[in-house]
């Protein structure tokens, strides 16, 4: 469901500005001080733990976000049960988006493994189609999902509406990758509308939903049916990972599977710096337009890159953080098997690309794990969807955290993988 164009375009960039560096912080790790004194330590764990600590990793991951996304869907079923739901109600839903945004976020790490994610062969989410992009397809053309509701479709049916998936007669781009309906961006969509805004999110009203038997009905029961299938698909990949039941756990653990396990996570971690997080969504840093930005409804998108890097540095440490500074787990990380040398400067700059995005947004982000209102020196504090135009002040931040993500820390990852033999090669 990717903008494959686009992102060939993105990683191409990234290339372009390889060798332009910018500073990082100080490691923060334990080993700092062995660090200055050009010590080394040998790996601290064998590959075998660290890879059932990936597993765990990925099993408590997906059940966070599937809990959040359940949280938001239980929600949703009572804002649809009312005809004429408030203000409040809208902001609640919002706000538990939010949450659900930040626990998902956090699983995208994950990705491009040839796990359960979004590899079809692995988990089909539905007959056909791998999960992630019936979650998390983006750009999307929202119009599509307006003429969907209008248009005498079904909106209670989940199969009607995975139908009409990539049908250009609904939408007005002429581009199937951008009919998409089901998933985060969707139901973004659905909760703020188009965001035309310099100094806010898109306003949707709550009377947007309002009625019996009205559109503003059909609204809400949409709403409802893509919502509640979200948390399915969660679901459905949790189980994957589940170690009492998971088939592909099984599979991803088995002694004689080691190397192959290794090297998918070695290669999906590369793809996903290269091409999505630190490549396709910053593309908006070319194309300076609001509706290049990754959650351009709720201008959250400030959080998708924060927690991007938190779900690559909790693989990296081997924790299980959502809020800054807080571990709920902790074990092997792929850095324990590596020896320090090795592991270069990755760590900090994992963390330098997270720390640059303060999530400060009060009319959309308050609800986030993360939020402050007092952001620290030399952080992102404008809106993305300003900062993206080369004429805002801070658009030379997000040109620089796109070379730190697509190139230097990229390399250094390449150069850890190698050193114990594994060769990244970037889908």
Known sequence: MRNIHTKIFSILFSMTLFGSLISCEGPGSDNSAAAILGLDIPASA????????????????????????????????TFES?????????????????KARA???????????????DEAPVLECETGSACEGLLNAWPLDEDAVDTYITSGNSVTSFASIYDKIGDTTLGTEDDSEKIVLTGYHPIEYILWGKDTSSTG?????????????????????????????????????????????????ATFLDPANEHDSLEH?????????????????????IGETQEEEHSCFSDTTKADFYYDAQGVLNIWTGNYSIQKGVNISSGPGLSDILSLKQQGGIQSEI??????????LSDTESADPNFTTSCPAGSLTHRFDQAISSADSQHGKLVNVQRLIGSTLNRDFVSAAAAIGFEVVPE
Not at 204 to 214: C, D, I, K, M, V
């Open 46 to 77: 064998t590959k075998s733990e660290f890879l059932n600590r990936y597993a765990a990793l990925a099993f408590e991951s997906y059940t966070q976000a599937e809990l959040d996304a359940s949280n938001l869907s239980a929600a949703v079923d």
């Open 351 to 360: 963390e330098s690309s997270r720390n640059l995005f303060c999530i400060n």
């Open 82 to 98: 009312n005809s004429a739901p408030s203000e409040t109600d809208l902001t609640n839903l919002r706000n538990l988006w939010v």
């Open 201 to 249: 999110a898109g306003n949707r009203p709550a009377s947007y939903f309002n009625g019996t038997g009205t559109t503003g009905h059909k609204n809400r029961q949409y709403l409802k049916t893509i919502t509640n299938r979200l948390v399915v698909h969660l679901a459905l990949i949790k189980a994957q990972w589940d170690p009492s039941t998971g088939a592909f756990r």
């Open 103 to 117: 626990s998902y976020l956090i699983t995208e790490g994950f990705r491009f493994s040839k796990g359960p994610i």
């Open 265 to 285: 996570i070695f290669n999906g971690l590369g793809s996903f710096m290269a091409g999505e997080w630190g490549g396709e969504r910053l593309t908006g840093v």
